[in-house]
């Protein structure tokens, strides 16, 4: 085979769009709904609005910790339940919890669509939190902390990345929680914390698969209308992060550090913010894969480090642009350093390529594509954008925003956020 | 406890599934190129309400697998597929990598005792690019530097399955249920076969089964398939079967041999693996659906084993069981991992529980609910397009007819008691083999009064290069 297509055209992928109906229950769940035949089973999420960033201060890891207690049982169903009404008929279910959304999802074959539905709207309405499940799980939640921030290497990383870029804004406490903060919470906080976010008015609903709209549409009514709106608003962190003046570099020894990590973290804009696409470009140019600039001028070429990533991590409110790299052996933090700085200072001062544009656009078109092939994929994208972003739609003008970036648009947020008195520089070195 | 707020009625019980939904499959089209290459066309459903998705997705099949090397070669096959991806006769590792980059593709390579497996998957504007490279594939450089690296990765990553005893009870059985017929040996090599693969060999066995008259070619997506069959046709036409006639497939494994216990006595294990298996069913008999089904039944969170061993007596976090299908008989296998000083009541909860489905029926409030979760369980296995590909592509291996894709459904449907029972006796319960690996103090008198013929191999003695494992 000759001839490829020319370069450009490669991105122009024609995505159909998903086709979703839109409506808010009296109570203010909002529910979003795709009908699609194409195998018979059925995708469910239900969003809550509630992150790590809405842990009570001197709280921090509830969000987290309730998502835990989601699965421990209601006043009409034990613990466990889920699992049951999932694994037991060939489907499954799980739950995560990130800073601005925690997220309830199940996959089943079509015809058990109503139970789920029940289900959900049952730990909504009728969740059961017992002093001695609220102990196992804060025991789990621990255990978790311990061996994902304390015992992996570089597991403290995020958690101090987080904790120094931030000043003010709670994202400053990531989301797995403090065992501290924990050992000091009562039953009475959680069920405090329950009451305050999990209401059909902080939540979305999206169901994508093979069902009939109609009686879907009679059931959302039936089980999820019951529920009562309760009195008064969720409140909303309203804190802004004051603009960071000054570069600050934190060194930080731990025990379990094989070999040397740096990280840099930049504040850019919340993700419903215009510069969002031409940020995520950038981090496909710089991070993803064998192709991209960090590995083929730091692993690849000079081979100061063994990995090396770029991510824009746009949030809610304002998040972070971090880039990473955990050094060679042998290897100095400065060389890798100064080898960083120079890919920094060269997408601020040249444009990028056009096959090098197009290749980040293929790469991005491409997840998008694979995303749609499962109900799931397409269901928690528009959770997603439901909740972090108050758009649905945007799983339908997203692509259109990452084409229509431009090798100035790069440039332009690369020389605008990616300045040394934005950033959080972290060096994470063996003790 | 606290209980938030007061339960309106339609919550108190849950509402009671809906009959299954009717689905439509994929029908496949198929033809056979002039150089013996079976190709197997499928279009993804797109229109009104079944959203259409720009990828395409093929998977070239290869027949040939662990199963045709012989026991000095073991994990030739293995070695083969992962250099596949690392260097061909015009582009290096990282030029392929990069290539993939810059079409957002996917490219993987597998492979398994029947058959080795290469697949590609891109969006429909750059298919036709990445179905070049995936062709270009076909022509591995097999570079020293790109062997030598996969080799040492390979040997590293034994240290790791030896360590862990559910992994070393898998091959460990592998060996008690075939001995040195070609199933027998770890399919992954070990660190002295490893150590014999030159490249010349690498390139050989290449050689041998990696021709079109012995794969086949399965495409689909967002293509109709009379599309697909000019395109394949367009870049696999050129590709030659060596002149050498095709080698022969191996013969039938031996016969089961008779009850056996083996116990490996690993001192450092965390705990004890037990598996109890047989081997079964090739992936072509008619009691392919029964045996589904009786393995579900026993299978899975609610499965027997899983209640017998965990949730009514609490011997362990859980227990399973797997039906591995093949050309030739494939296990049965049930397994679970328990403390050393659970293991003597474990094996025997274990092997009642087998005996127990070949003894009396399944009721049907039970077998409705296990043959559930293999057709849901199928449908999300059919979900993406390589998981299509994938399910087509086992079809084709095994000779199965390929409208059972869009019978499998009704075929498990038709699934009796008397059939599950029937395959439990036949198939489940009789006679399985035993091989457990764990810390033998603390279990092995128990063990060798229930079974006076276990046989005891301490782990700094086991051999699995020898069909005896000493």
């Known amino acids: 085979m000759t001839g490829s297509a020319p370069a450009s055209l490669r991105a122009q992928i024609a995505l159909t769009p998903i086709d979703f109906t839109d409506r808010t229950l009296p109570n203010g769940l909002r529910v979003l709904l795709v009908e699609d035949h194409r195998v018979p089973s059925v995708a469910i999420n239900v969003g809550y609005r509630v992150g790590g960033k809405d842990d009570p201060p001197g709280r921090s890891g509830f969000a987290h910790l309730f998502e835990h207690l989601m699965f421990k049982g209601t006043a009409n169903t034990a613990p466990e339940t889920m699992d049951r009404l999932t694994e037991d008929v060939g489907g499954y279910n799980n739950a995560f919890t990130a800073e601005d959304i925690t997220n309830y999802y199940e996959v089943v074959p079509s015809n058990h669509l109503q139970t789920l539905l029940w289900a959900e709207a049952d730990r909504l309405a009728a969740l059961r939190i017992t002093q001695a499940h609220f102990v196992t799980e804060r025991e789990v939640v621990i255990g978790e902390y311990d061996q994902r921030i304390l015992a992996e290497p570089y597991g403290m990383l995020d958690e101090i990345v987080n904790r120094e870029a931030y000043t003010l804004h709670p994202y400053k406490r990531g989301v797995i929680g403090d065992p501290q903060n924990l050992n000091a919470a009562t039953l009475d906080d959680v069920v405090q914390f329950h009451a305050t976010y999990y209401r059909p008015d902080n939540a979305v609903l999206v169901v994508v698969g093979d069902f009939d709209p109609d009686q879907a549409n009679a059931w959302i009514d039936r089980y999820f209308g019951a529920i009562p709106q309760p009195a008064g608003s969720v409140p909303r962190i309203t804190l802004v992060e004051p603009p960071q003046t000054a570069e600050r570099t934190i060194g930080y020894r731990a025990s379990n550090v094989p070999l040397p990590a740096i990280d840099y973290a930049y504040h850019i804009p919340a993700a419903n913010t215009p510069d969002a696409a031409a940020l995520d470009l950038a981090e496909t140019i710089l991070g993803a894969g064998k192709s991209s600039r960090l590995y083929r001028s730091l692993v690849y070429g000079k081979q100061l480090a063994t990995s090396a990533y770029a991510r824009a991590d746009l949030r809610e409110h304002p998040g972070l642009f971090e880039f990473s790299a955990i050094l060679s052996r042998g290897s100095d933090v400065a060389d890798a350093r100064a080898a960083l700085d120079a890919e920094i200072a060269r997408l601020q001062a040249e444009a990028v390529g056009s096959s090098e544009l197009d290749r980040a656009k293929t790469q991005i078109a491409s997840s998008f594509v694979r995303g749609r092939q499962t109900y799931n994929g397409i269901a928690l994208s528009l959770v997603r954008a439901a909740v972090e972003r108050s758009d649905p739609g945007a799983v339908n003008t997203d692509l259109g925003r990452y084409l229509a970036v431009s090798a100035a648009d790069v440039q332009r947020v690369a020389a605008t956020y990616l300045r040394d008195a934005n950033r959080t520089v972290v060096e994470y070195l063996p003790e | ?470």
């Open chain 2, 1 to 470: 406890m606290i209980e938030r707020s007061t339960v309106p009625t339609p919550f108190a019980t849950p509402p009671a599934p809906g009959a299954p939904r009717s689905a439509t499959l994929p029908t496949p089209a198929e033809r056979i190129l002039p150089n013996g290459l079976r190709v197997i066309a499928f279009a993804q459903r797109s229109g009104p309400k079944a959203l259409g998705v720009p990828l395409i997705a093929a998977a070239l099949i290869v027949r040939g697998g662990g199963a045709s090397e012989t026991e000095s070669e073991a994990g030739l096959c293995a070695l083969t597929a992962s250099l596949l991806t690392t260097g061909t006769t015009k582009a290096t590792a990282l030029e392929i990598a990069q290539q993939i980059d810059a079409l957002g593709a996917r490219l993987d390579a597998s492979s398994g005792f029947d058959a080795s497996v290469v697949s590609v998957n891109a969006t429909t504007p750059v298919f036709r690019d990445a179905f070049a490279l995936f062709r270009e594939l076909q022509e591995p450089a097999f570079a020293p530097a790109e062997v030598e690296r996969v080799r040492t990765k390979s040997i590293g990553d034994l240290g790791l399955t030896y360590s862990n005893p559910s992994a070393l009870a898998r091959l460990a059985a592998n060996r008690v249920a075939y001995g040195a017929s070609p199933y027998g040996h770890p399919l992954a090599g070990t660190a002295e076969t490893l150590a014999g693969l030159t490249r010349d060999k690498i390139a050989a066995f290449h050689e041998r089964w990696y021709r079109p008259d012995n794969a086949v070619l399965v495409i689909g997506g967002d293509i109709v398939p009379d599309e697909a069959f000019a395109l394949v046709n367009a870049v696999f036409g050129d590709w030659r079967s060596p002149a050498s006639a095709l080698p022969a497939h191996l013969p039938a494994p031996a016969p089961p041999a008779a009850a056996k216990v083996v116990v490996i006595d690993k001192p450092d294990a965390g705990r004890t693996a037990i598996v109890a298996g047989r081997v079964a069913i090739a992936r072509n008999s008619p009691d392919y659906y029964a045996g589904t089904v009786a393995t579900a039944v026993l299978s899975g969170y609610s499965g027997r084993l899983n209640q017998e061993i965990r949730v009514k007596r609490g011997l362990s976090y859980g227990a399973g069981a797997q039906l591995v299908t093949r050309r030739e008989p494939g296990m049965f296998l049930a397994s679970t991992l328990v403390d050393h000083t659970k293991v003597p009541e474990a094996v025997g909860v274990v092997l009642e529980t087998l005996r127990g489905l070949a003894q009396a029926p399944v009721a049907a409030a039970e077998l409705v609910p296990r043959k559930e979760t293999v057709t849901g369980a199928f449908y999300r296995g059919i979900e993406t397009l390589d998981g299509i590909a994938a399910t087509l592509g086992e079809l084709a291996l095994y000779d199965v007819p390929l409208a059972e894709l869009g019978q499998y459904i009704a075929r498990i449907a038709a699934i009796g008691p008397a059939d599950v029972q029937r395959f439990a006796q036949t198939t489940i319960a009789a006679d399985p083999f035993i091989v457990l690996v764990g810390n033998a103090k603390h279990f092995g008198d128990a063990i060798r009064a229930a079974h006076p013929g276990a046989v005891f191999i301490p782990y700094d003695e086991l051999d699995l290069n020898r069909a005896d494992l000493t």
